[in-house]
């Protein structure tokens, strides 16, 4: 069984940094590539960043590119995002989830909030 949970979020200034981590049990990374989405109010869940493959393959949406940094420990079964220099604009609700390429099944976590504010 697939479980997700994240941790890590809250409330930061502008130009701050966060470091969001997932949880992942009943995933293999190989067979499951991993992704952060996230949500703000009003709007459409969307891809912020995915790892996948033994090549830790990475990529970014453009909005985030050079600022969030996608990786994961194998060993202890941990997916995280570090996030600098953040801006208002990320305010939103993240989401780890799980895409397994076997079953095209995909897992979600329950998100964490993050507010990015003065």
């Known amino acids: 069984q697939v479980q997700l949970v994240e941790s890590g979020g809250g409330l930061v200034q502008p130009g701050g940094s966060l470091r969001l981590s997932c949880a992942a049990s009943?995933?293999?990374?190989?067979?499951?590539?991993m992704s952060w989405y996230r949500q703000a109010p009003g709007k459409e869940r969307e891809l912020v960043a995915r790892i996948t493959g033994a090549s830790r393959s990475t990529n970014y949406a453009d909005s985030v590119k050079g600022r969030f940094t996608i990786s994961r420990d194998s060993g202890d079964k941990m997916v995280y995002l570090q996030m600098n220099s953040l801006k208002p604009e990320d305010t939103a609700v993240y989401y780890c989830n799980a895409y397994s390429v076997f079953s095209r099944q995909d897992y979600w976590g329950q998100g964490t909030q993050v507010t990015v504010s003065s």
């Open positions: 009943g995933v293999t990374f190989i067979t499951h590539a």
